[in-house]
Nanobody, 121 residues
Framework: QVQLVESGGGLVQPGGSLRLSCAAS????????MGWYRQAPGKERELVAG????????YADSVKGRFTISRDNANNTVSVLQMNSLKPEDTAVYYC??????????????WGQGTQVTVSS
């Protein structure tokens, strides 16, 4: 069974920084892309940043220049979202996801449980 566990959310003042981490565990044979999404109250879930197995990253226009996504090189099952210059509009529940293949050869997209990020003074 595959699990994704996020950590690092919390309350921060505008202009501050937070670092979110997502670790995939279980019977994983290969991890393709990993990504971070967010959902604010009353809004649809949106892509924040994604990174491929070749470490190519893409970002939502609203976070370009402020957020950086990376992956752990050793086992490729950890992604990190470094968030700087946070704004109140970044407040949301952040979810990580991973497109991966299990040890039994099944490819699927998995989601974490979400972590709350609140930007407020």
């Amino acid at each position: 069974q595959v699990q994704l566990v996020e950590s690092g959310g919390g309350l921060v003042q505008p202009g501050g920084s937070l670092r979110l981490s997502c670790a995939a565990s279980g019977s994983i044979s290969y991890t393709y892309a990993m990504g971070w999404y967010r959902q604010a109250p009353g809004k649809e879930r949106e892509l924040v940043a994604g990174i491929t197995s070749g470490y190519s990253a893409n970002y939502a226009d609203s976070v370009k220049g402020r957020f950086t996504i990376s992956r752990d090189n050793a086992n490729n099952t950890v992604s990190v979202l470094q968030m700087n210059s946070l704004k109140p509009e970044d407040t949301a529940v952040y979810y990580c996801n991973a497109d991966l293949r299990t040890a039994w050869g099944r490819r699927n997209t998995y989601w974490g449980q979400g972590t709350q990020v609140t930007v407020s003074s």
